[in-house]
Protein backbone atom coordinates (compact mmCIF):
# COMPACT_ATOMS: atom_id res chain seq x y z
CA UNK A 1 0.00 0.00 0.00
CA UNK A 2 1.41 3.10 -0.76
CA UNK A 3 1.44 6.03 2.09
CA UNK A 4 1.76 9.82 1.73
CA UNK A 5 4.31 11.16 -0.70
CA UNK A 6 6.25 12.41 2.59
CA UNK A 7 7.05 8.55 3.48
CA UNK A 8 7.27 7.14 0.50
CA UNK A 9 11.35 7.50 0.36
CA UNK A 10 13.79 9.14 2.42
CA UNK A 11 14.54 13.05 2.65
CA UNK A 12 17.94 12.88 0.00
CA UNK A 13 20.67 14.77 2.37
CA UNK A 14 20.62 18.33 1.90
CA UNK A 15 20.51 20.96 -1.71
CA UNK A 16 22.80 22.65 -2.84
CA UNK A 17 24.10 26.07 -2.87
CA UNK A 18 22.37 28.71 -5.11
CA UNK A 19 23.59 30.36 -8.31
CA UNK A 20 24.42 34.30 -8.00
CA UNK A 21 22.45 36.93 -8.22
CA UNK A 22 24.02 38.09 -11.16
CA UNK A 23 23.81 42.16 -10.97
CA UNK A 24 24.54 44.41 -14.20
CA UNK A 25 28.49 44.46 -13.51
CA UNK A 26 30.04 41.85 -14.58
CA UNK A 27 31.77 38.72 -11.70
CA UNK A 28 35.26 39.26 -10.73
CA UNK A 29 37.69 38.03 -13.03
CA UNK A 30 39.06 35.75 -10.59
CA UNK A 31 37.15 35.52 -7.41
CA UNK A 32 38.68 32.42 -5.72
CA UNK A 33 41.86 33.54 -6.77
CA UNK A 34 42.71 36.69 -7.21
CA UNK A 35 40.55 38.30 -5.06
CA UNK A 36 39.31 35.79 -2.55
CA UNK A 37 41.50 37.96 0.44
CA UNK A 38 40.09 40.83 -0.56
CA UNK A 39 36.38 39.75 -0.61
CA UNK A 40 37.47 37.74 2.53
CA UNK A 41 38.81 40.84 4.17
CA UNK A 42 35.69 42.63 3.52
CA UNK A 43 33.04 40.34 4.03
CA UNK A 44 32.99 40.58 8.17
CA UNK A 45 31.97 44.36 7.42
CA UNK A 46 28.81 43.37 5.26
CA UNK A 47 27.85 40.37 7.76
CA UNK A 48 29.41 38.63 10.82
CA UNK A 49 31.88 41.52 11.99
CA UNK A 50 30.84 41.28 16.07
CA UNK A 51 31.69 45.06 16.32
CA UNK A 52 29.09 45.54 14.19
CA UNK A 53 25.62 46.81 14.71
CA UNK A 54 23.64 43.14 15.14
CA UNK A 55 20.95 42.94 12.56
CA UNK A 56 18.72 39.56 11.30
CA UNK A 57 20.08 38.85 8.49
CA UNK A 58 18.67 36.35 5.81
CA UNK A 59 20.35 34.22 3.00
CA UNK A 60 19.78 34.17 -0.51
CA UNK A 61 20.09 31.17 -2.53
CA UNK A 62 19.83 30.99 -6.14
CA UNK A 63 20.88 27.93 -8.46
CA UNK A 64 21.23 27.91 -11.86
CA UNK A 65 21.73 24.73 -14.61
CA UNK A 66 22.80 24.91 -17.70
CA UNK A 67 22.89 22.11 -20.41
CA UNK A 68 25.55 21.74 -22.94
CA UNK A 69 28.03 19.34 -24.57
CA UNK A 70 30.43 17.73 -23.10
CA UNK A 71 33.00 18.83 -25.82
CA UNK A 72 32.35 22.13 -24.80
CA UNK A 73 32.58 22.00 -21.47
CA UNK A 74 36.14 20.74 -21.92
CA UNK A 75 36.90 23.20 -24.62
CA UNK A 76 35.90 25.92 -21.40
CA UNK A 77 38.04 24.08 -18.65
CA UNK A 78 41.07 23.61 -21.57
CA UNK A 79 40.58 27.66 -21.95
CA UNK A 80 43.18 30.17 -20.14
CA UNK A 81 41.67 30.91 -16.77
CA UNK A 82 39.65 28.28 -17.66
CA UNK A 83 37.82 27.29 -14.37
CA UNK A 84 38.14 31.06 -12.99
CA UNK A 85 35.69 32.23 -15.78
CA UNK A 86 33.38 28.92 -16.27
CA UNK A 87 30.70 30.82 -15.37
CA UNK A 88 31.39 33.81 -18.11
CA UNK A 89 32.37 31.55 -20.49
CA UNK A 90 28.95 29.54 -19.74
CA UNK A 91 26.93 32.35 -19.88
CA UNK A 92 28.67 32.82 -23.75
CA UNK A 93 27.80 29.61 -24.60
CA UNK A 94 24.62 30.46 -23.37
CA UNK A 95 24.07 34.05 -25.19
CA UNK A 96 25.58 31.88 -28.46
CA UNK A 97 23.09 29.45 -28.42
CA UNK A 98 25.54 26.33 -27.73
CA UNK A 99 24.33 25.66 -23.90
CA UNK A 100 20.67 26.52 -22.49
CA UNK A 101 19.40 27.53 -19.40
CA UNK A 102 17.43 24.45 -17.96
CA UNK A 103 16.98 25.58 -14.55
CA UNK A 104 16.60 28.33 -12.10
CA UNK A 105 15.69 27.80 -8.34
CA UNK A 106 15.73 31.09 -5.82
CA UNK A 107 15.16 30.23 -2.09
CA UNK A 108 15.53 32.63 0.72
CA UNK A 109 16.72 31.03 4.22
CA UNK A 110 18.38 32.03 7.21
CA UNK A 111 21.86 30.26 8.68
CA UNK A 112 21.52 27.15 9.88
CA UNK A 113 17.81 26.36 8.57
CA UNK A 114 17.37 23.30 6.57
CA UNK A 115 15.70 24.46 3.23
CA UNK A 116 14.28 22.60 0.17
CA UNK A 117 12.84 23.17 -2.94
CA UNK A 118 10.75 20.29 -4.93
CA UNK A 119 9.73 20.49 -8.54
CA UNK A 120 8.97 17.49 -9.30
CA UNK A 121 6.58 14.41 -10.82
CA UNK A 122 5.94 12.30 -8.51
CA UNK A 123 5.86 8.89 -10.16
CA UNK A 124 3.91 5.67 -8.30
CA UNK A 125 5.12 2.26 -9.63
CA UNK A 126 4.79 -1.50 -8.12
CA UNK A 127 6.92 -2.87 -6.09
CA UNK A 128 5.50 -6.43 -5.21
CA UNK A 129 3.25 -8.78 -7.04
CA UNK A 130 0.83 -11.15 -6.79
CA UNK A 131 1.67 -15.03 -7.93
CA UNK A 132 0.86 -15.76 -11.39
CA UNK A 133 -2.52 -17.14 -12.60
CA UNK A 134 -2.50 -19.93 -14.86
CA UNK A 135 -2.08 -17.60 -18.25
CA UNK A 136 1.01 -16.09 -16.04
CA UNK A 137 -0.55 -12.75 -15.75
CA UNK A 138 0.44 -11.07 -12.60
CA UNK A 139 -1.18 -8.51 -10.45
CA UNK A 140 0.96 -5.66 -8.86
CA UNK A 141 0.45 -5.55 -4.75
CA UNK A 142 2.22 -2.97 -3.38
CA UNK A 143 3.17 0.01 -4.49
CA UNK A 144 5.93 2.84 -3.77
CA UNK A 145 6.66 6.55 -5.20
CA UNK A 146 9.71 8.27 -6.78
CA UNK A 147 10.25 11.90 -7.30
CA UNK A 148 11.17 12.94 -11.14
CA UNK A 149 12.37 16.13 -11.65
CA UNK A 150 14.50 18.91 -9.94
CA UNK A 151 15.26 18.86 -5.92
CA UNK A 152 17.04 20.72 -3.97
CA UNK A 153 18.01 20.29 -0.33
CA UNK A 154 20.83 23.13 1.98
CA UNK A 155 21.61 23.89 5.27
CA UNK A 156 23.87 27.04 5.49
CA UNK A 157 26.20 28.10 8.14
CA UNK A 158 27.32 32.03 8.42
CA UNK A 159 31.13 32.11 9.64
CA UNK A 160 30.88 35.11 12.13
CA UNK A 161 34.55 35.76 11.62
CA UNK A 162 35.04 36.32 7.74
CA UNK A 163 31.59 35.98 6.44
CA UNK A 164 32.02 32.78 4.23
CA UNK A 165 29.50 30.37 4.28
CA UNK A 166 29.79 26.66 5.17
CA UNK A 167 27.02 24.72 2.95
CA UNK A 168 25.73 21.17 2.95
CA UNK A 169 24.00 20.59 0.40
CA UNK A 170 22.25 17.83 -2.38
CA UNK A 171 20.73 18.67 -6.04
CA UNK A 172 18.99 15.91 -6.94
CA UNK A 173 17.64 16.14 -10.76
CA UNK A 174 16.02 11.93 -11.56
CA UNK A 175 14.14 11.39 -14.41
CA UNK A 176 12.09 8.04 -15.82
CA UNK A 177 12.90 6.81 -19.16
CA UNK A 178 9.85 3.85 -19.31
CA UNK A 179 9.02 0.45 -18.17
CA UNK A 180 10.20 -2.56 -19.44
CA UNK A 181 8.99 -6.14 -19.05
CA UNK A 182 11.10 -8.39 -16.76
CA UNK A 183 10.38 -12.59 -17.20
CA UNK A 184 10.53 -14.60 -14.63
CA UNK A 185 9.58 -17.00 -17.43
CA UNK A 186 10.71 -16.23 -20.42
CA UNK A 187 7.59 -18.02 -22.28
CA UNK A 188 5.33 -15.45 -20.66
CA UNK A 189 4.21 -12.22 -21.11
CA UNK A 190 6.59 -10.90 -17.77
CA UNK A 191 5.70 -7.95 -15.53
CA UNK A 192 6.75 -3.85 -15.74
CA UNK A 193 9.48 -2.67 -14.08
CA UNK A 194 10.60 0.70 -13.91
CA UNK A 195 13.65 2.47 -16.02
CA UNK A 196 14.88 5.68 -13.63
CA UNK A 197 17.88 7.95 -14.54
CA UNK A 198 18.95 8.95 -11.14
CA UNK A 199 21.56 12.16 -10.67
CA UNK A 200 22.19 13.50 -7.21
CA UNK A 201 25.52 15.30 -5.75
CA UNK A 202 25.42 15.27 -2.02
CA UNK A 203 28.48 17.10 -0.78
CA UNK A 204 29.72 20.29 1.51
CA UNK A 205 31.56 22.87 0.45
CA UNK A 206 33.07 26.53 1.76
CA UNK A 207 31.95 29.39 -0.55
CA UNK A 208 31.87 33.29 -0.50
CA UNK A 209 28.75 34.68 -0.93
CA UNK A 210 27.96 36.69 -3.84
CA UNK A 211 30.50 34.56 -6.28
CA UNK A 212 28.65 31.52 -9.04
CA UNK A 213 30.39 28.47 -7.85
CA UNK A 214 30.18 25.08 -9.31
CA UNK A 215 28.77 22.78 -7.02
CA UNK A 216 27.48 19.78 -9.44
CA UNK A 217 28.38 18.27 -12.61
CA UNK A 218 25.04 16.01 -14.22
CA UNK A 219 25.05 13.68 -17.39
CA UNK A 220 22.73 13.17 -19.60
CA UNK A 221 22.10 9.30 -20.12
CA UNK A 222 21.17 9.42 -24.16
CA UNK A 223 23.47 12.29 -25.20
CA UNK A 224 27.16 13.18 -24.85
CA UNK A 225 25.67 16.31 -22.90
CA UNK A 226 26.75 17.80 -18.89
CA UNK A 227 24.50 19.93 -17.04
CA UNK A 228 26.46 22.23 -14.63
CA UNK A 229 24.63 23.50 -11.39
CA UNK A 230 26.18 27.04 -10.40
CA UNK A 231 25.18 28.71 -6.75
CA UNK A 232 25.31 31.78 -5.53
CA UNK A 233 24.69 32.96 -1.76
CA UNK A 234 24.21 36.43 -0.80
CA UNK A 235 23.82 37.37 2.75
CA UNK A 236 21.47 40.24 3.10
CA UNK A 237 21.50 42.88 6.10
CA UNK A 238 17.98 43.83 7.11
CA UNK A 239 16.92 47.22 8.91
CA UNK A 240 13.68 48.15 10.14
CA UNK A 241 11.30 50.08 7.97
CA UNK A 242 11.81 53.96 8.27
CA UNK A 243 8.15 54.56 10.16
CA UNK A 244 8.55 52.63 13.32
CA UNK A 245 6.50 49.49 14.19
CA UNK A 246 3.97 48.96 16.17
CA UNK A 247 4.39 46.68 19.39
CA UNK A 248 0.95 46.41 19.95
CA UNK A 249 -0.68 42.56 19.91
CA UNK A 250 -2.51 43.16 16.80
CA UNK A 251 -2.78 40.32 14.11
CA UNK A 252 -0.09 39.36 11.65
CA UNK A 253 -1.55 40.00 8.11
CA UNK A 254 0.26 37.64 5.50
CA UNK A 255 -0.37 37.54 1.82
CA UNK A 256 1.16 35.06 -0.49
CA UNK A 257 1.28 35.98 -4.26
CA UNK A 258 2.75 33.59 -6.94
CA UNK A 259 3.13 35.02 -10.48
CA UNK A 260 4.24 33.05 -13.66
CA UNK A 261 6.14 33.75 -16.31
CA UNK A 262 8.95 32.89 -19.04
CA UNK A 263 11.80 31.44 -17.60
CA UNK A 264 14.38 33.52 -19.50
CA UNK A 265 12.38 36.73 -18.36
CA UNK A 266 12.38 35.44 -14.92
CA UNK A 267 15.89 35.17 -14.90
CA UNK A 268 16.93 38.42 -16.53
CA UNK A 269 14.35 39.72 -13.87
CA UNK A 270 15.90 37.91 -10.63
CA UNK A 271 19.52 39.43 -11.94
CA UNK A 272 18.14 42.84 -10.79
CA UNK A 273 15.63 42.40 -8.34
CA UNK A 274 16.21 39.46 -6.33
CA UNK A 275 17.33 41.22 -3.42
CA UNK A 276 14.16 43.25 -3.61
CA UNK A 277 11.05 41.75 -3.40
CA UNK A 278 9.42 45.14 -3.55
CA UNK A 279 11.11 46.30 -6.92
CA UNK A 280 10.96 42.69 -8.25
CA UNK A 281 7.00 43.01 -8.05
CA UNK A 282 6.39 46.22 -9.33
CA UNK A 283 8.84 45.20 -12.55
CA UNK A 284 6.40 42.23 -13.04
CA UNK A 285 3.30 44.56 -12.95
CA UNK A 286 3.57 45.69 -16.18
CA UNK A 287 4.37 41.97 -17.51
CA UNK A 288 1.08 41.02 -15.69
CA UNK A 289 -1.17 43.39 -18.01
CA UNK A 290 0.76 43.11 -20.76
CA UNK A 291 -0.04 39.06 -20.36
CA UNK A 292 3.36 38.40 -20.22
CA UNK A 293 3.31 37.11 -16.94
CA UNK A 294 0.13 35.39 -15.00
CA UNK A 295 -0.99 35.56 -11.35
CA UNK A 296 -1.55 32.05 -10.35
CA UNK A 297 -2.74 32.69 -7.20
CA UNK A 298 -2.97 34.98 -4.55
CA UNK A 299 -4.19 34.46 -0.57
CA UNK A 300 -4.22 36.24 2.77
CA UNK A 301 -4.11 34.94 5.97
CA UNK A 302 -4.82 37.02 9.51
CA UNK A 303 -2.80 34.85 12.41
CA UNK A 304 -1.27 36.15 15.95
CA UNK A 305 2.24 35.75 16.61
CA UNK A 306 3.76 32.62 17.73
CA UNK A 307 0.60 30.87 15.72
CA UNK A 308 0.32 28.53 12.97
CA UNK A 309 -1.91 29.33 10.38
CA UNK A 310 -2.95 27.65 7.24
CA UNK A 311 -4.79 28.23 3.92
CA UNK A 312 -5.49 25.54 1.80
CA UNK A 313 -7.51 25.46 -1.96
CA UNK A 314 -7.87 22.60 -4.29
CA UNK A 315 -9.99 19.63 -4.74
CA UNK A 316 -9.64 16.02 -2.88
CA UNK A 317 -8.66 13.52 -5.36
CA UNK A 318 -8.79 9.91 -4.19
CA UNK A 319 -7.32 7.07 -5.75
CA UNK A 320 -6.92 3.56 -5.03
CA UNK A 321 -3.74 2.20 -2.91
CA UNK A 322 -4.85 -1.59 -1.89
CA UNK A 323 -5.98 -3.79 -4.46
CA UNK A 324 -7.34 -7.14 -4.77
CA UNK A 325 -5.83 -9.58 -7.86
CA UNK A 326 -8.16 -11.01 -10.29
CA UNK A 327 -9.18 -14.84 -9.07
CA UNK A 328 -9.96 -17.19 -11.46
CA UNK A 329 -12.08 -19.43 -9.51
CA UNK A 330 -12.37 -23.05 -9.66
CA UNK A 331 -15.08 -25.18 -10.86
CA UNK A 332 -16.72 -27.53 -8.24
CA UNK A 333 -14.08 -30.87 -7.22
CA UNK A 334 -13.68 -33.65 -4.95
CA UNK A 335 -10.90 -33.41 -1.77
CA UNK A 336 -9.67 -36.14 -0.19
CA UNK A 337 -11.34 -34.99 3.29
CA UNK A 338 -13.94 -37.95 5.17
CA UNK A 339 -16.21 -35.11 6.28
CA UNK A 340 -16.25 -32.66 3.27
CA UNK A 341 -15.19 -34.27 0.39
CA UNK A 342 -17.05 -32.08 -2.31
CA UNK A 343 -16.02 -28.59 -2.84
CA UNK A 344 -18.45 -26.33 -4.31
CA UNK A 345 -17.34 -24.41 -7.35
CA UNK A 346 -16.05 -20.81 -7.19
CA UNK A 347 -16.88 -18.04 -9.87
CA UNK A 348 -14.04 -16.02 -11.39
CA UNK A 349 -13.91 -12.76 -9.81
CA UNK A 350 -12.35 -9.46 -11.40
CA UNK A 351 -9.85 -7.35 -9.81
CA UNK A 352 -11.22 -5.06 -7.13
CA UNK A 353 -10.23 -2.46 -5.26
CA UNK A 354 -9.64 -2.20 -1.60
CA UNK A 355 -8.30 0.85 0.09
CA UNK A 356 -8.11 4.57 -0.79
CA UNK A 357 -5.98 7.49 -0.40
CA UNK A 358 -6.87 11.24 -0.30
CA UNK A 359 -4.40 13.50 -1.99
CA UNK A 360 -5.02 17.48 -1.93
CA UNK A 361 -4.75 19.44 -5.05
CA UNK A 362 -4.21 23.35 -5.75
CA UNK A 363 -2.63 25.62 -3.37
CA UNK A 364 -1.81 25.29 0.08
CA UNK A 365 0.12 27.70 2.25
CA UNK A 366 1.25 26.73 6.31
CA UNK A 367 3.00 29.18 7.82
CA UNK A 368 3.81 30.63 11.61
CA UNK A 369 4.55 34.36 11.71
CA UNK A 370 6.96 35.06 14.95
CA UNK A 371 6.72 38.95 15.85
CA UNK A 372 9.86 40.19 17.05
CA UNK A 373 10.24 42.44 20.29
CA UNK A 374 10.40 45.74 19.21
CA UNK A 375 7.71 45.14 16.14
CA UNK A 376 9.94 45.63 13.40
CA UNK A 377 10.37 42.14 11.91
CA UNK A 378 8.98 38.16 11.50
CA UNK A 379 10.44 35.43 11.86
CA UNK A 380 8.84 33.00 9.31
CA UNK A 381 8.47 29.53 8.92
CA UNK A 382 6.39 28.48 5.59
CA UNK A 383 5.77 25.60 3.72
CA UNK A 384 4.03 26.62 0.54
CA UNK A 385 2.93 23.96 -2.08
CA UNK A 386 0.89 23.64 -5.32
CA UNK A 387 -0.05 20.05 -6.26
CA UNK A 388 -2.03 18.99 -9.87
CA UNK A 389 -2.63 15.88 -10.79
CA UNK A 390 -1.68 15.35 -14.33
CA UNK A 391 -3.40 12.04 -15.41
CA UNK A 392 -2.90 8.46 -14.77
CA UNK A 393 0.46 6.51 -15.85
CA UNK A 394 0.79 5.85 -19.65
CA UNK A 395 3.07 3.53 -20.87
CA UNK A 396 3.00 1.14 -23.81
CA UNK A 397 3.82 -1.89 -20.93
CA UNK A 398 1.27 -1.26 -18.27
CA UNK A 399 -1.50 -3.07 -18.99
CA UNK A 400 -4.98 -2.12 -19.29
CA UNK A 401 -5.75 -5.10 -16.73
CA UNK A 402 -3.90 -2.94 -14.27
CA UNK A 403 -4.64 -0.17 -11.42
CA UNK A 404 -4.69 3.07 -12.16
CA UNK A 405 -1.48 4.87 -10.90
CA UNK A 406 -2.30 8.57 -10.73
CA UNK A 407 0.76 11.57 -11.57
CA UNK A 408 1.42 13.97 -9.34
CA UNK A 409 2.94 16.93 -10.37
CA UNK A 410 4.25 19.06 -7.07
CA UNK A 411 5.70 22.35 -6.53
CA UNK A 412 6.79 23.19 -2.77
CA UNK A 413 9.40 25.45 -0.89
CA UNK A 414 10.16 24.75 2.77
CA UNK A 415 12.02 27.29 4.65
CA UNK A 416 12.45 29.68 7.28
CA UNK A 417 13.15 33.46 7.02
CA UNK A 418 12.97 37.04 8.53
CA UNK A 419 11.21 39.76 7.07
CA UNK A 420 10.68 43.64 7.72
CA UNK A 421 6.92 43.73 8.65
CA UNK A 422 5.34 46.24 6.39
CA UNK A 423 7.44 45.21 3.29
CA UNK A 424 7.41 43.00 0.19
CA UNK A 425 9.59 39.93 0.01
CA UNK A 426 10.32 37.72 -2.40
CA UNK A 427 10.79 34.15 -1.14
CA UNK A 428 11.61 32.23 -3.69
CA UNK A 429 10.58 30.13 -6.71
CA UNK A 430 8.02 27.52 -6.94
CA UNK A 431 8.48 25.82 -10.36
CA UNK A 432 7.02 23.36 -12.49
CA UNK A 433 8.94 20.39 -12.90
CA UNK A 434 10.68 20.03 -16.00
CA UNK A 435 11.33 17.26 -18.29
CA UNK A 436 10.73 14.40 -16.14
CA UNK A 437 9.64 11.94 -18.64
CA UNK A 438 6.50 10.91 -16.85
CA UNK A 439 3.93 10.48 -19.44
CA UNK A 440 5.86 12.70 -22.04
CA UNK A 441 6.39 15.29 -19.68
CA UNK A 442 8.15 17.97 -21.43
CA UNK A 443 9.94 21.77 -19.98
CA UNK A 444 7.31 24.15 -20.15
CA UNK A 445 10.31 26.85 -19.89
CA UNK A 446 8.30 28.59 -16.75
CA UNK A 447 9.39 29.98 -13.19
CA UNK A 448 7.07 30.58 -10.81
CA UNK A 449 7.79 33.34 -8.15
CA UNK A 450 7.01 33.71 -4.39
CA UNK A 451 6.16 36.75 -2.84
CA UNK A 452 4.83 37.60 0.81
CA UNK A 453 3.41 40.66 1.99
CA UNK A 454 3.77 41.38 5.69
CA UNK A 455 1.82 43.69 7.77
CA UNK A 456 0.23 44.22 11.13
CA UNK A 457 -2.67 45.36 12.88
Known amino acids: MRHSPGTMKPHLCLFLACVSLVTAQDPPKDPFVKDKKAAAAAAPVASGDPA ?9 CLVETFTLSQTDYAAMLDAPEGHDKLYNHTLAAVKAGTARLDGCHLITTKSGTRSTAECTDELIYPTEWASADSTGFQYPVTFEMSQLGDRFEFEP ?6 GALNVTHQFQRDRFFGLRLYKADTTLGGI ?12 TCRVIPGYPTLV ?3 HEAQTRDITLVFATFHVINLAPAKVPASKGAGNVILTARVISLDRIKGWELLKKHAENGGACLAALKPLLVAKEATLEHIATVSAQSGTRALH ?7 YGTKFYPPDEGWPAHLVNNEKNPWVAARPAGAASTHNFERRSLGFRLEVEPIRSADGAFADMTLAPEYVSMTGNLKDKNWSERYPELPLFSVQKI ?10 THLIGTMNPPGDTGANGHKDEGRMWLLFMDVNQE
Open 312 to 318: ESGFRYN
Open 414 to 423: TTGYTQVIGT
Open 216 to 218: ATL
Open 157 to 162: ILDGEN
Open 192 to 203: PVTDLFKRTAPS
Open 52 to 60: APQTPKNIL
